[in-house]
């Protein structure tokens, strides 16, 4: 079985890479995408994904209500933030069970959605052990 993940950036071209890696995965699939809060909440309402793969730094400024939103709207659904921000606060905030600053994307995402798919937290090694704190 596939996991289900949803993609919300809103920058148009890394959606575009995050799907092509995620959906080259056997395991992963893309089920959605959003470029803005308010797209996020339509999309987990209609997909149901398993994991979202969400920046909280959306330009609409409703990154982190998009990801309170996640929460309320579909309880099952877990969250990878993916952030420029190496700040507890903002892991602390998000209130995911999954952190990858994006430099480390290239080798932590895909680690990270398998993870959190299998119920477990994760921080990329350069936010340390953060979560369980």
């Known amino acids: 079985m ?14 575009g890479a995050l799907r092509a890696v995620i959906n080259m995965q056997s395991d992963m699939e893309v089920v ?3 470029a803005t ?3 996020v909440e339509l999309g987990i309402q209609r997909t149901a994904p398993d994991v979202v793969l969400m920046d909280i730094g959306m330009p609409d400024g409703r990154g982190l209500d998009a990801l309170a939103a996640v929460k309320r709207i579909h309880s099952g659904t877990r969250t ?5 921000q190496e700040k507890l606060g903002y ?4 209130g995911a069970v999954g952190y990858v600053v994006k430099r480390a994307m290239n080798t932590e995402l895909l680690s990270a959605i398998r993870a959190i798919a299998q119920e477990r937290t994760f921080a990329d090694a350069s936010a340390g052990n953060l979560l369980s704190r």
């Open 2 to 15: 596939s996991v289900r993940v949803f993609v919300a950036n809103d920058h148009g071209v890394l959606r």
């Open 32 to 34: 959605g995408e959003a």
């Open 37 to 39: 809060g308010p797209e």
């Open 80 to 84: 990878v933030v993916l952030t420029f």
């Open 91 to 94: 892991i602390r905030a998000a």
